[in-house]
């Protein structure tokens, strides 16, 4: 097991990475210039991954299947906010949904 001295400096060397990357971002942007091509793709695969994230944790749960009621409370959180509704609205009828379901005796 690494000592203290170790992981500090490992969390720290961590910190001023992610720190230099993020710095790098608004100081490159205006030196390099991406195809457009490259722009959609990059904006198009932000979009696929929040989608992948959103079905893995919806679908699953540990190694099997969520059942019915984490689908459906994430399903009527999707339409709520396609239709534009409040943040607060749209985490409540999901949260709502799915208990409700579970009330019901639908896993």
Same mark, same amino acid.
């Not at 910190?15 to 091509?37: E, H, V």
């Not at 099997?64 to 409040?86: D, F, H, N, Q, T």
């Given at each position: ?5 170790? &992981?500090? +400096? #490992?969390?720290? @060397?961590?910190? $001023?990475? =992610?720190?230099?990357?993020?710095? !790098? %971002? ?22 696929? &991954?929040? +989608? #992948?994230?959103? @079905?893995?944790? $919806?679908? =699953?749960?540990?190694?099997?299947? !969520? %059942? ?24 409540? +009828? #999901? ?13």
């Amino acid at each position: 097991m690494p000592g203290p001295l170790t &992981l500090t +400096a #490992a969390i720290l @060397a961590l910190a $001023a990475g =992610t720190f230099a990357l993020r710095f !790098a %971002g608004p100081l490159l942007r205006s030196r390099i210039t991406l195809p457009p091509r490259a722009e959609k793709l990059m904006e198009t695969s932000a979009v696929v &991954l929040l +989608a #992948a994230v959103v @079905a893995t944790t $919806a679908l =699953t749960e540990g190694h099997g299947p !969520a %059942g019915i009621a984490r689908p459906a409370g994430v399903a009527v959180a999707g339409v709520l906010a396609w239709r534009k509704a409040p943040f607060l609205v749209v985490v409540l +009828a #999901a949260a709502a949904t799915a208990a409700g379901l579970r009330v019901l005796g639908v896993a």
